[in-house]
């Protein structure tokens, strides 16, 4: 199992910045993926940004293209979203997900979320 525990979330208003961190533990040797997703009260989660350890590089929705960073390190024990220029529609629970693929089987976890405000 992996074990994901995020940090980092807070208030901040329009167009100020904030990183989330998430510390992984676990079987963290068996994770080939780890991504940031949100959800806004009453909305669907929706995906924000991955990282994959196989060689591909960060991808991200169009929304945080230009201004969220997600970065990690080769332990894939700590991951986190550098978000600058912070919006309103912003403004949502964070979670930080690990895929771990072992025994030619994948499995996705998730931490228990980071709520992100920003105010106008």
């Known amino acids: 199992q992996v074990q994901l525990v995020e940090s980092g979330g807070g208030s901040v208003p329009v167009g100020g910045s904030l990183t989330l961190s998430c510390a992984a533990s676990?079987?963290?040797?068996?994770?080939?993926?780890m991504a940031w997703f949100r959800q806004p009260l009453g909305k669907e989660r929706e995906f924000v940004a991955r990282t994959w350890y196989t060689g591909n590089g960060p991808e991200y929705a169009d929304s945080v293209k230009g201004r969220f960073t997600i970065s990690g390190n080769n332990a894939k024990t700590t991951m986190y979203l550098q978000m600058n220029n912070l919006k309103p529609d912003d403004t949502a629970v964070y979670y930080c997900s690990a895929l771990m693929y072992e025994d030619n089987e994948s499995t996705n976890y998730w931490g228990q979320g980071t709520q992100v405000t920003v105010s106008s």
């Open positions: 676990g079987r963290t040797f068996s994770v080939v993926m």
